[in-house]
């Protein structure tokens, strides 16, 4: 007798359409508000190998893992220091300290301008994407 092995695949669920436009509107928003503020801001999440700076993306998840969302993206040169250091056990080296000051100062950044341009915004409480932020109309 021959087993098959079933492969069991997921889909997310969408947001209605309607519901992923003004999620897009509201990214394209959020984009041009850090960009008057002078930060070079990516959109394509899928194409982030190498960009720098802020990224902000409209995710279509019907859950509580859609929305609109802004993180910083950091050199990966300084991400491979700090990951090696902590590999190492050493999270008391030079690269690992830069990386976390340059992490939360400019999470606290973002989400401070994005505040005084009017946007409701907040951490995103993802454990898998810490220093997220989450953006509400």
């Given at each position: 007798m021959v087993q098959r092995?079933?492969?069991?695949?997921?889909?997310?669920?969408?947001?209605s359409e309607a519901?992923?436009?003004e999620r897009g509107d509201l990214a394209d928003k959020?984009?041009?508000a850090l960009a008057r503020a002078g930060f070079a801001v990516h959109r394509d999440l899928n194409d982030a190998?190498?960009?720098?700076?802020?990224?902000?993306?409209a995710d279509p998840a019907d859950d509580s893992g859609g929305g609109v969302f802004v993180r910083w993206l950091i050199d990966p040169a300084l991400s491979r220091a700090a990951v090696q250091s902590v590999q190492q056990g050493d999270v008391e080296?030079?690269?690992?300290k830069h990386f976390s000051t340059v992490t939360e100062q400019m999470y606290a950044a973002l989400l401070a301008i994005l505040t005084?341009?009017?946007?409701?915004?907040?951490?995103?409480?993802?454990?898998?994407?810490?220093?997220?932020?989450?953006?509400?109309?």
């Open positions: 092995q079933q492969v069991v695949m997921f889909e997310i669920k969408k947001a519901e992923i436009a959020v984009a041009d190998s190498g960009a720098l700076g802020a990224m902000a993306w080296s030079a690269a690992f005084s341009a009017g946007f409701q915004s907040e951490d995103a409480d993802d454990d898998m994407s810490p220093y997220t932020i989450r953006v509400k109309g």
